[in-house]
């Protein structure tokens, strides 16, 4: 059974910084695209950042891109996304999630942790 759990989130200084990490299990990635989600209340879902498992190639999205840095460790399988100079706007549940290469739907989902930063 694949699992996505996160952890890591908190309430922090705008400013501040956290580091959030994604356990992986059930199956290997190495054909799979590993990303970041958030949703803000009142909000829709936006997709945050993402890494290919096998290349580590990345990609961000422009809100973040220069603040938050998405990395993999194979040893522990886990997808962590550092987040740094946090701002207010950057309040939401952040979701890890998991897509094979080939298409672009998101399969399997975290349960998602809160990040709340205050001004």
């Known amino acids: 059974q694949v699992q996505l759990v996160e952890s890591g989130g908190g309430l922090v200084q705008a400013g501040g910084s956290l580091r959030l990490s994604c356990a992986a299990s059930g199956r290997t990635f190495s054909n799979y695209r590993m990303s970041w989600f958030r949703q803000a209340p009142g909000k829709e879902r936006e997709y945050v950042a993402s890494?290919?498992?096998?290349?580590?190639?990345?990609s961000y999205a422009d809100s973040v891109k220069g603040r938050f840095t998405i990395s993999r460790d194979n040893a522990k399988n886990t997808v962590d996304l550092q987040l740094n100079n946090l701002k207010p706007e950057d309040t939401a549940v952040y979701y890890c999630?998991?897509?094979?290469?080939?298409?672009?739907?998101?399969?399997?989902w975290g349960q998602g942790t809160q990040v709340t930063v205050s001004s």
């Open positions: 890494i290919n498992w096998s290349t580590s190639s990345t």
């Open positions: 999630a998991a897509r094979r290469l080939a298409t672009m739907n998101y399969n399997y």
